[in-house]
């Protein structure tokens, strides 16, 4: 590891493993790993694996283990990330398994918290609720329906509303008493399902909240933080999975998450940083399992996985594995060397990679990435509401499309969740996003009109604020919580897509947004197509999809309407100092190759907001992404797989490429690279040589 240029190394500290009787604990193994890495020079982070439960918790907690909505007891057992057993551990809300995992916890810190090679605590790999319920959301596989539960949400419900009067008023029941509430077992009621998930949220947040506070009452001289998963929607999502970045990310010292190159999971975890130091602490450059033998990687692939990734602002990788799996399905994939020990084609490109960054380690770590003007909302009570309703894969392809395209425009962008709406915590930021804003509080309508009178600039997307959490009811007129009479407009003759009359130059692309009954009506072309193609005044093409409306009232201009419809879809109005471009359909869910059209009105948007481009980039062929990392460095990346030649200004001075060894000029010039060409350039007078011995590092790289 040392060789590679590694400075950092994680070991698993793990329940069922070194408490396999009660109250008896056994660390010796990973004492002697502490011993060899401090003998090499390599700081450590301690990593507490919960849930992977003793054999006697169940004998002492016989009513701890998970029940899913279908019944089913979650009995403990080995999984592939798990193959010690003891998986997906007891309920979060059972006290008594809580007091155990407490008494492990104190036991873990006080034997390491004085041990030289310790640098930091992972108190949570990837929080989960419930293993089994990872991915598509399935009611009957949902956790957990046990009394704890239940004797917990009751008390939550008690905290949120008060009065069961106004739980009654909100959920459309008529409870008598606390202990008359059902448990939700279906979502289309979704108030209460929206609640209940919330109420888990609630309980993974205050999970992590007891394991960082002991951390630092037990071992205050070393950082305490947690990793997840970024929540994208794909494969973890707060239905399923219960944990919310944000809510996690501001309990931290710092920040991390399991993530690979791409334009969603880093801003994610980096937006939920809101500004403390945030790591790549599980690369996954080198997935694959039994059945998919891991891919043949170089120089090449480690350099255009990472330096975005660093570009952006992450300021460190561990990589999951540093030698392959040998146990299990996983196996044998995941690892930067063989199996024996020998090296791979992709050590030697993260041999390169290190020996290229680490002289400017210091320097790195100081640099701070332009700060973002556009910011993109991202609401988890939007989500679960959209789970409820079906379309959660509406929103994540929404996410998707909205930073690959924001990203290869050259703009800086950032999430922001509700919570920075509603408390006004929008610095720095000219335009908002507001993908398929149908679950919107009064807080956040009255935040949103605030800082758009303001001079703000919102793209807002269909059925804003539709439905209202403050009632739990749909609104009667949308834009809803008195929007649309502050604003002038509103939506009218509201419908899906698939109703509407199909032109022969409609597009023909259509994602894979609906639900089962949808798709057999599809296929069985009852209806038509839930993407349609609306005109604008100039006879150019924006893709709509999944819901159309019409837009009535005043308005400034008309952006774009469905042919032979009385009223616009898309329009434009001035609101105070700012302005906002409302679409009654979903444009973000478009397929990338279809926006094009959205993208140029998306331009208008950012022309507006008074937004400029570092280095006023264009290309003049291809695809090029632009980024200032600090006062001394550039990040150049080709986007396709065709040569792109790109124009633009360069401060002052010479700039060098740290891979290409180019040597560029301030002012305007013209580069051209090749497909797959990443770069990372530096101002040459102010080179600093870091340290070579690089142990005596404070934090990893």
């Known amino acids: 590891m040392r060789d590679l240029g590694f400075n950092h190394v994680k070991f698993w500290v793990q329940w069922r493993w070194s408490e396999r009787r009660p109250g008896e604990f056994c660390f010796d193994d990973l004492d002697a790993l502490m011993d060899l890495a401090a003998r090499n020079h390599l700081a450590v982070t301690l990593n507490t694996i919960f849930d992977v439960a003793p054999f006697w918790l169940y004998t ?35 006290p008594d398994a809580l007091a155990f995992r407490q008494r492990f916890m104190e036991a873990a810190l006080k034997h390491f918290a004085r041990h030289p090679a310790l640098s930091m605590w992972d108190v949570w790999n990837e929080p989960e609720l419930c293993f089994p319920q990872r991915g598509p959301v399935r009611m009957d596989k949902l956790a957990c329906y046990c009394p704890s539960c239940r004797e917990k949400f009751n008390n939550w419900l008690k905290h949120k509303y008060g009065a069961i009067e106004r739980l009654n008023d909100v959920w459309g029941r008529c409870y008598l008493d606390w202990e008359n509430i059902e448990l939700p077992y279906a979502a289309s009621t979704l108030n209460d399902f929206i609640d209940w998930r919330e109420f888990f949220i609630d309980t993974m947040t205050s999970e992590a909240r007891w394991r960082l506070a002991m951390t630092r009452e037990f071992s205050p001289q070393h950082a305490a933080y947690l990793h997840v998963v970024p929540n994208d929607l794909a494969v973890w999502n707060p239905v399923t999975c219960g944990s919310d970045d944000f809510a996690l990310a501001q309990e931290c010292d710092v920040f991390a998450s399991t993530m690979t190159g791409g334009t969603l999971m880093a801003p994610v975890t980096l937006s939920a940083a809101n500004g403390k130091v945030c790591y790549n602490v599980e690369s996954h450059i080198n997935f694959g399992d039994t059945s998919l033998h891991p891919r043949h990687l170089d120089a090449e692939d480690v350099r255009n996985d990472l330096l ?93 499309n909205y930073a690959n395209r924001l990203y290869a425009a050259n703009f800086t962008f950032r999430f922001i969740d509700s919570d920075m709406l509603k408390t006004r915590r929008l610095d720095g930021l000219r335009l908002l996003i507001l993908p398929s804003p149908y679950y919107l509080d009064a807080a956040e309508a009255d935040a949103l009109n605030e800082w758009i009178n303001a001079g703000g600039v919102a793209i807002c997307e269909a059925h804003l604020a539709g439905y209202s959490p403050d009632t739990g009811r749909h609104a009667a007129v949308i834009p809803g919580s008195g929007l649309a009479e502050r604003w002038g407009f509103r939506e009218v003759e509201s419908c899906a897509a698939i109703h509407l009359a199909q032109h022969d130059d409609a597009p023909d692309a259509a994602p894979d947004i609906a639900n089962d009954d949808v798709r057999k009506a599809l296929q069985n072309k009852r209806v038509s197509r839930p ?139 013209t580069l051209r690279l090749t497909p797959a060409e990443t770069d990372l350039y530096h101002q040459q007078q102010n080179l600093r040589v870091a340290e070579t011995d690089l142990c005596h590092a404070q934090q990893p790289t």
């Open 308 to 400: 975005p990734q660093l570009a952006m602002g992450v300021k460190g990788f561990l990589f999951w594995q540093f030698r392959p799996e040998s146990l299990g399905r996983e196996a044998p994939a995941w690892g930067v060397i063989n199996a024996d020990g020998s090296e791979r084609r992709v050590t030697a490109g993260i041999r390169e990679f290190t020996a290229r960054i680490m002289p400017h380690r210091d320097e790195l770590l100081r640099a701070q990435p332009a700060a973002a003007d556009i910011g993109i909302w991202k609401s988890r009570r939007n989500e679960l509401f959209h789970a409820a309703i079906d379309r959660m894969e509406l929103l994540h392809k929404s996410y998707a």
């Open 531 to 669: 993407l349609f193609s609306m005109v604008t005044p100039a006879g150019n093409r924006i893709a709509g999809f999944d819901r159309y409306a019409g837009i009535a009232g005043t308005f400034d201009a008309e952006i774009a309407r469905f042919p032979g419809y009385d009223e616009p879809c898309a329009v434009r109005k001035k609101i105070g100092k700012g302005s906002v471009f409302y679409f009654a359909t979903n444009p973000g869910a478009v397929d990338d190759a279809l926006w094009d059209g959205f993208m140029s009105v998306t331009e208008d948007a950012a022309t507006e907001a008074g937004i400029t481009k570092f280095g006023n980039p264009k290309c003049l062929s291809g695809r090029a992404r632009v980024e200032r990392l600090g006062d001394h460095f550039i990040f150049i990346r080709q986007l396709g797989d065709t040569p792109a030649e790109l124009e633009l200004t360069l401060p002052p001075g010479e700039w060098r490429g740290l891979y290409t060894g180019r040597l560029l000029n301030g002012g305007r010039t």
């Open 60 to 94: 002492q907690c016989p009513d701890a283990k998970m029940i899913m909505a279908d019944g089913t007891i979650v009995e403990p057992y080995g999984v592939g990330h798990r193959q010690l057993g003891g998986h997906p551990g007891p309920c979060y809300n059972h």
